[in-house]
């Protein structure tokens, strides 16, 4: 079973960038899919991206493609995401998932906690 932790949320303007950090303790994240998933007030849990173990696959959503990037650290056991020319319709809590694959939460079996991002205008 693999333990996971997001860090690096926090408030930035319109137009600048934040990196977040799924950290993994417990499992190795070499081998798991990694997903990106966010929640904004009021909404339905969001998927982002993924990342296939293997590094080589990735999938963005629409409403991030060319924005947002997902990338590996496997010597420290992370996954980042990389998000540029933030928006204020980025706002929410993001959240990595392990052990599912492609875009429905439903096929995640582990989370995070989130971490919260806002990005205001």
């Known amino acids: 079973q693999v333990q996971l932790a997001e860090s690096g949320g926090g408030l930035v303007q319109a137009g600048g960038s934040l990196r977040l950090s799924c950290a993994a303790s417990g499992r190795t994240l070499s081998t798991y899919n990694i997903g990106w998933f966010r929640r904004a007030p009021g909404k339905e849990r969001e998927f982002v991206g993924v990342?296939?173990?293997?590094?080589?696959?990735?999938y963005y959503a629409d409403s991030v493609k060319g924005r947002f990037t997902i990338s590996r650290d496997n010597a420290k056991n992370t996954v980042a995401l990389e998000m540029n020319s933030l928006k204020p319709e980025d706002t929410a809590v993001y959240y990595c998932?392990?052990?599912?694959?492609?875009?429905?939460?439903?096929?995640?079996?582990?989370w995070g906690q989130g971490t919260q991002v806002t990005v205001s205008s």
């Open positions: 990342n296939r173990w293997s590094g080589r696959d990735t």
């Open positions: 998932a392990a052990g599912g694959w492609g875009s429905r939460a439903s096929e995640y079996a582990y």
